[in-house]
Structure formats: C-alpha cells, structure tokens
C-alpha cells in the first residue's frame, strides 16, 4: 500500500509536506465549512451543536472535502504495470544471470576432473558478482565494479588454494 501511495503521489507530482497532517487537515476543515455554510459573521458559540449539525448534513452532505485537482483523470501507479516496467529495464540483466545459471549449474554438475576447479571458482565469482551486482548495483558501471570485485575474490580463492592444495588443481 504504502508503494502504490508513493509512486502515485509521484505521478501526480505530489510532496509528500503537501499531505495534510492532523492539524492541518482540522485547520482545512473548518474554513471549508465556514466558506460552505456561509457562517464568517455568526460566532461559531452562538450556534448550537444540533443547529451546526443538521446544517452540515443537509448543506455539505456530512462535511466531505476534497481537494481539487485540475486533471480529471488522474495517473494512478500499478504495480502490475511498474513490475512490466523493471522487468523490460532490466531484461539483460535477468537474461544475463539465466545464462550464467544454466551454464555454471551445467558445468558444476558435470564430473569433478583434476585441474578445473580454478574454472568452477572463477564461474562461481562471475554468477555470484552478476546477482550482487543486480541486487545492489543501480549503474552499469557500479554493478561492473561489484562484478569485478567477485571475480577478483573468485582469483583470489583459487590462487590460495594452488598455493595450499597443489595436488588439487
């Protein structure tokens, strides 16, 4: 709920400081009612509370307002439409991790063979810098460091590894 609110007030280039708050929305209130029931020379003591009452049932229908907008049809944010959206935007991305996926869960169910593990760990370090990068990153260039930087550590790894184990690799 609070999503949809958020994008809509942006659609309909809203502030947020723009929303009446308890304070205000009473202060609103009560000079709409006071312009509606036509009352600017009449204390509002002098009237009495059943007075005032029927007088806003009948005259402002129970004392609804609205505010007043100069569209008649107004944007409204979907989530529907806003997740179609990111999908098209990021469709590269999400086909580059699938790639990626399928090939590494492919060459990691494959049979272990001395001397291709540094490959598994590199792949490892590209797959895991691609969904990083894609949950942190929000520039090509920021998600290209966040890949780098998982490739590097993947290196890392098998060089520590070489120097550790070398009848491994």
């Given at each position: ?61 129970g ?15 979907s ?13 590269w ?77």
């Open positions: 709920m609070w999503l949809r609110t958020h994008f809509t007030m942006t659609l309909r280039q809203r502030h947020p400081d723009d929303i009446s708050g308890q304070h205000r929305a009473v202060i609103e209130l009560a000079v709409v009612m006071q312009t509606e029931l036509d009352i600017h020379d009449v204390h509002p003591s002098l009237l009495r509370e059943k007075q005032l009452r029927e007088r806003v049932d009948k005259e402002l229908k004392g609804a307002i609205s505010y007043a907008y100069s569209k008649a049809d107004l944007p409204t944010y989530i529907k439409t806003g997740l179609k959206a990111w999908f098209r935007k990021e469709r991305w999400f086909s580059a991790i699938v790639t990626m996926s399928v090939f590494c869960s492919t060459f990691w169910m494959a049979p272990w063979r001395p001397g291709t593990f540094w490959f598994w760990c590199w792949t490892f370090g590209i797959w895991l810098g691609q969904v990083w990068a894609f949950c942190i990153g929000t520039t090509n260039g920021s998600r290209a460091l966040v890949i780098l930087f998982w490739c590097i550590i993947s290196a890392i790894v098998v060089i520590g590894c070489k120097i550790s184990y070398p009848y491994i690799l």
